[in-house]
Structure formats: C-alpha cells, structure tokens
C-alpha cells in the first residue's frame, strides 16, 4: 500500500507526467555515482492542476542539467513524490526524503499549508528546501528559499490596474486557509492605498463547489469587480457558475491565482479576466518561446503557470549555487545562493534577496483572451518588498517565523 502512494520516478519525461497510479520506479544508478533531489507535488488529488507542470518542469531543468554534465561531476537523480493533496503525505515524504533518500535538496509545496508542515521538518532535518510558488509572504527562514512572487510584487500592481479599469468597489472571495486569508488583507490594503474599498470578503474551503449563493451576494453588493484568490480544482466551479449567471458580463473579475485555469475554462468563462503574476505564457522572448516549445511539445502541457516555470528557474538557482560553492554542503550552498545568485529564463531575470531569501523578478499583468494570457503590461525587477519589511536573514540568521500583515478583513 505504502508504495503505491508513493512514486519514485527517475528523471524523464514519461516520469515526470505519470500520473498517481504509476508503478514504483527508480533509475538502475549507484547511490554514490548521483546527487539525490527530491520533489514533492500533488499529481493526484485537487491540486494536480499544479502539481503535474511542476514536476514537468523540474524534469526538463535537471536533464539539462545532466546533459551539461550534471553537478560536481556528478549526475542529478530526482525523486518524486505525490502526497495527493494531503497533508499527511508531505510530512511522511518530506521526512523519508531528508533521512532515508538523504536528498541535497528539496522542491516542493504548492499550498501554503503544504509548505508550513514540511519546512520545520526540513529545517530541522538540515536538508534545504525551495519553495517554488506564488505565496502570500512572510516566511523568514534561512533554511528555505521562495522563488515565485508575492503581493508586494504582483496584488500591489494587479489592485490599482484594476481600479482605475473598473472602479474602486472590490468583493473578494478566497480560498480559506493562510494564501487566501493573508492575500486578502493584502488585497484590503492595496485597495484602501488607492482610494477605494474591499465590500466584502467571503473565505472558502478548498473542497467547496456550490458557489450560489455567494454570487447572489454579490450581485446584491454591486461591487465595482471582483477580486478571486480561489485555489484548485474545485474552486474551478466559481468560474463556471459566474458565467452561467450571467455574471461576467456584468461584473468584471480580477485574480491572483487564475492560471492553468484557463485551460480548464472555456473563452466564454474567462475572457476578460485580470491577473498579475511572476510568469506568463505570452512572455514574448527567445527564452520563453524555447521553453513553451518544449513544454507543450516534449511534456505534453497546454498551458505553463508562475508555479511551474519558478520551480524550473529554482532548481537552475540551486544547481548554479552548488556549482558555485563547488560542495553539497548546505551552509555552503545556502551562503552561495545569498552571494547575488541569479538566473535568466523563461521568466525574465530572478535574482536572490538574501536579507529576505525571496527573489527579486519581473512580475506581467496579463488579460485572458482565447485560453490564453496576453500581457498588457510589464514591471521589471520587483522587490519582495512585504517579506523584506519584517525579515533580515542577513541581521538575525536564527530566524524561524512567517510574519503576516496586520489588516482587518
């Protein structure tokens, strides 16, 4: 039973799109000849929306990696992990990967909840942690690096666009739990910095699909837009029960987290809709067009997220770092990545903050059209300026915490 839970899939393509019934599979390799790394995301269960590009992507960084001669003369061997969207699972795996597999690094996580049951048991494991995904900030912790954006970066610029383009009334709706509560305040914050007003904020379980009654609510607030920080697969159900009353065409909606569920949705649903993210498809550079080339070809994946391509530059960033540091050592490899670690890719620029250990990036506005994010405009090198507030690493190393905005909803 254990291992059917559990995938161990060597680093190919096919490995890394198998889906949570895949055999038990690990690459014949000599566990001295490898570098070990783990990934831990959800390719079953409501979040495998993410979690199957996340793992695709990680793929695709470490064999080209591994076709440049991997690290240390050695080859990278990744281990995945599917804990299905349960929590459980990521505190087993997290655990099994630091001292059964003694993995060098782990890339994992996709809810901030995911996130804050294996970071403690990474840390105290020793075994160094990303966390590749758009997250509500905070964290302060030397032991993990977060690549994707936070809302100084992206709810920051996403707030005023929208604003100005629709008005200054919001009604926000959130997925409850730490993402959706804290990106809420944000989102009040914003709102209240540029003159308008958030009427009402209503929170929801992830496994919640009747949407009814809260888009009469709604239609008897009258807000100017709405703003959506819904997460995951049943959250999806919004959008459809949004169009099918006729709501879309009468109230415009923004978001923070509406990405691979565009592929989901019909134009019909989504055309209009308003994000900010660190990332989006219709990036129109050399390195994004290569990048979605291979995605959509190699992998087989309609439609790249933040989540997604940040988890391919993360683990570029601690590859690069562990070269640079010429050790596994993870002190040495963390004081490598706080040294100006940068990486250029399909994202644009990401570079390293190490009072904060959050990235410095490029963050788009995009406006959904077709299945498909145009970008309508562009802020270059944003700082995590939220996190990098309350959170000096380089001033107080010992650091162990998440801070969290004190705004009333």
Known sequence: MFLNRRKLLASTAAGAVAGAAGPFVIRDLHAQAVVKVAGIHDTSGGLDIYGKQMVATMDLAINEINAQGGVLGRKIQLINYDPQSNIQFYTQYATEAATKEKVA??????TSASREAIRPLLKRFNTLYFYNTLYEGGVCDRNIFCTGSTPAQTVEKLVPYVQKKWGKKIYTIAADYNYGQITAKWVKKYAQDNGGEVVQTDFFPLDVTDFGPTIKKIQTAKPDLVMSALVGA?????????????????????????????????????????????????????????????????????????????????????????????????????????????????AGKTTIDPKTHHTVLDVYIGEARDKKFVVVEKFLQQTPADTAAVCDLKKNPNENKQYVIDVKT
């Open 105 to 110: 690094v782990v890339h994992g996580g996709i």
């Open 234 to 346: 049943a959250h999806i159900s919004f959008y459809r029960q949004w169009a099918a009353a006729g709501m879309n065409k009468q109230i415009p909606l923004a978001s923070t987290t509406f990405g691979n569920e565009i592929v989901i949705t019909t134009p019909e649903e989504h055309n209009g809709y308003i994000v900010a993210f660190g990332y989006l498809e219709g990036i129109e550079t050399p390195a994004n067009k290569k990048f979605v080339e291979i995605v959509h070809g190699k992998y087989g994946i309609p439609h790249m997220t933040e989540l997604a391509t940040m988890t391919y530059h993360g683990v570029h960033l601690w590859a690069d770092a562990v070269k640079k540091a010429n050790s596994l050592d993870r002190m040495k490899v963390i004081e490598a990545l706080e040294g100006g670690a940068s990486y250029d890719g399909p």
